[in-house]
């Protein structure tokens, strides 16, 4: 018998070889395993904090058990610290539960839910909220909610509808103050005619006068309603300086503000960008937020006007703050609606907003108003700046 022990041949392998071979196989695979988990948890993560939108995992009791970045900027605190707390109580800044979450028909159901909930308290935006049934590996039953901010649509959508509802008003109203303002002409031409034809101590003249300034009044009400009604055009825009038109407005301010012993207090930006408009509308919009200013105020009270210029957004706003008695929660969302007025009849006719807020949208601008019931109003007008 012969032996023997070529290239190909292959070495005996002992068993301890054999079992250390396996082993070194089955690390591998383990670590090429842990490495396939690592990368899924990695990418699962970043995926879920590269959605912009809030989206949460929530349990029955409303925890959060798992948040991306997105809702921890909208709470404003670390992702880390979200966990275990409440979503209502970190996301709206509520210990109530948000009206219409459909957390919990999700959880009943297993199906999809969804609705549009209150602004939150915290950021001051309005989110749809979507939900869905999942469960986790133990069985637990859970929900995923995705947030989706429509405070923007939301606001667009009420100004359409205030444009809308403008404009339908705007075209009646301008219609019969046009056919008013011809009779209305004639009154007032043939009552001054007949106080000059008269001696000055005839017992008519006073009744005259009563009619002229009835007529005058109607005069200016119509005269309102025609402005209110007329139709967008910027044959008036031109480019101007915000602060010129406040100057010429606070002589006359003052006047009415002494005489009511109002404080009154301006402060104007030394420099501001121009911004294209028509000094007419313009004053205007200062007279009526000044004038509901003074009406809001006692004896007393307290007027601020000022203006700046919003780099980030390159607009130039103004700002007319009170210390009167503000308004009521209930009626901001109706203040400027014409005809809204809180004001006694024959005070107030309660166009001087609506108007105000058609030419600030004229001039392609916005108004926003701020106030607490008891504690003053403060409006604020932006307008977009031509230049920078
Ligand atoms: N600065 C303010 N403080 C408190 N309430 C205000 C203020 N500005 C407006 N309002 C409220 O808004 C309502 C509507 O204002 P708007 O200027 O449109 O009409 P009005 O002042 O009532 O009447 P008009 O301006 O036609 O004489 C007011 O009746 C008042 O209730
Ligand atoms: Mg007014």
Same mark, same amino acid.
């Given at each position: 018998?012969?032996?023997?022990?070529?290239? /190909?041949?292959? *070495?005996?392998?002992?068993?301890? &070889?054999?079992?250390?071979?396996?082993?070194?196989?089955?690390?591998?695979?383990?670590?090429?395993?842990?490495?396939?988990?690592?990368?899924?948890?990695?990418?699962?993560?970043?995926?879920?904090?590269?959605?912009?939108?809030?989206?949460?995992? %929530?349990?029955?009791?409303?925890?959060?058990?798992?948040?991306?970045?997105?809702?921890?900027?909208?709470?404003?605190? $670390?992702?880390?610290?979200?966990?275990?707390?409440?979503?209502?109580?970190?996301?709206?800044?509520?210990?109530?539960?948000?009206?219409?979450?459909?957390?919990?028909?999700?959880?009943?159901? #297993?199906?999809?839910?969804?609705?549009?909930?209150?602004?939150?308290?915290?950021?001051?935006? #309005?989110?749809?909220?979507? @939900?869905?049934?999942?469960?986790?590996?133990?069985?637990?039953?859970?929900? =995923?909610?995705?947030?989706?901010?429509?405070?923007?649509?939301?606001? !667009?959508?009420?100004?359409?509808?205030?444009?809308?509802?403008?404009?339908?008003?705007?075209?009646?109203?301008?219609? %019969?103050?046009?056919?008013?303002?011809?009779?209305?002409?004639?009154?007032?031409?043939?009552?001054?005619? *007949?106080?000059?034809? !008269?001696?000055?101590?005839?017992?008519?003249?006073? $009744?005259?006068?009563?009619?002229?300034? *009835?007529?005058?009044?109607?005069?200016?009400?119509? &005269?309102?309603?025609?402005?209110?009604?007329?139709?967008?055009? $910027?044959?008036?825009?031109?480019?101007?300086?915000?602060?010129?038109?406040?100057?010429?407005?606070?002589?006359?301010? &003052?006047? #009415?503000?002494?005489? @009511?012993?109002?404080?009154?207090?301006?402060?104007?930006?030394?420099?501001?960008? @121009?911004?294209?408009?028509?000094?007419?509308?313009?004053?205007? %919009?200062?007279?009526?937020?000044? /004038?509901?200013?003074?009406?809001?105020?006692?004896?007393?009270?307290?007027?601020?006007?000022?203006?700046?210029? $919003?780099?980030?957004?390159?607009? =130039?706003?103004?700002?007319?703050?009170? /210390?009167?008695?503000?308004?009521?929660?209930?009626?901001? @969302?109706?203040?400027?609606?014409?005809?809204?007025?809180?004001?006694?009849?024959?005070?107030?006719?309660?166009?001087?907003?609506?108007?105000?807020?058609?030419?600030?949208?004229?001039?392609?601008?916005?108004?926003? =108003?701020?106030?607490?019931?008891?504690?003053? *109003?403060?409006?604020?007008?932006?307008?977009?700046?031509?230049?920078?």
């Amino acid at each position: 018998m012969s032996s023997s022990i070529g290239a /190909n041949s292959q *070495a005996p392998v002992s068993p301890d &070889q054999k079992s250390y071979n396996s082993k070194d196989a089955r690390i591998k695979e383990l670590e090429a395993l842990l490495e396939t988990i690592s990368r899924g948890k990695y990418m699962w993560e970043s995926t879920f904090d590269a959605i912009t939108s809030p989206v949460m995992i %929530v349990s029955h009791d409303y925890h959060i058990l798992r948040a991306n970045r997105a809702a921890a900027h909208i709470s404003k605190v $670390d992702v880390r610290a979200l966990i275990g707390t409440k979503c209502h109580e970190t996301l709206a800044g509520s210990p109530e539960i948000c009206q219409g979450c459909p957390l919990s028909v999700t959880l009943k159901k #297993q199906t999809p839910g969804g609705c549009t909930l209150e602004p939150f308290q915290k950021s001051e935006r #309005q989110f749809a909220v979507h @939900s869905y049934p999942l469960k986790s590996s133990e069985g637990e039953k859970q929900v =995923v909610l995705y947030y989706q901010d429509v405070t923007e649509e939301k606001d !667009l959508n009420r100004r359409l509808l205030q444009s809308e509802k403008l404009a339908a008003i705007g075209q009646l109203a301008g219609g %019969v103050a046009h056919e008013i303002n011809n009779p209305l002409g004639g009154i007032l031409a043939f009552a001054q005619l *007949a106080m000059r034809q !008269l001696e000055k101590e005839h017992p008519a003249q006073d $009744d005259l006068k009563e009619i002229e300034e *009835a007529a005058l009044r109607c005069k200016r009400i119509v &005269q309102d309603l025609l402005d209110f009604s007329r139709q967008s055009g $910027d044959e008036n825009m031109v480019p101007m300086q915000m602060n010129d038109v406040v100057n010429k407005i606070v002589p006359l301010v &003052q006047v #009415q503000t002494r005489a @009511s012993r109002i404080r009154f207090e301006s402060q104007l930006a030394t420099t501001l960008p @121009s911004i294209k408009g028509s000094v007419y509308k313009l004053q205007q %919009v200062f007279l009526n937020l000044i /004038n509901n200013a003074c009406q809001a105020v006692t004896t007393g009270g307290f007027i601020k006007l000022s203006t700046f210029y $919003d780099k980030e957004k390159n607009i =130039v706003c103004a700002e007319i703050e009170d /210390n009167g008695h503000g308004i009521r929660d209930e009626h901001l @969302s109706k203040i400027f609606d014409p005809y809204f007025t809180t004001k006694k009849q024959g005070e107030g006719t309660g166009l001087g907003l609506a108007i105000t807020y058609g030419i600030v949208e004229e001039h392609g601008g916005s108004i926003e =108003v701020k106030s607490v019931w008891g504690h003053g *109003a403060k409006f604020k007008i932006s307008f977009p700046a031509i230049e920078r």
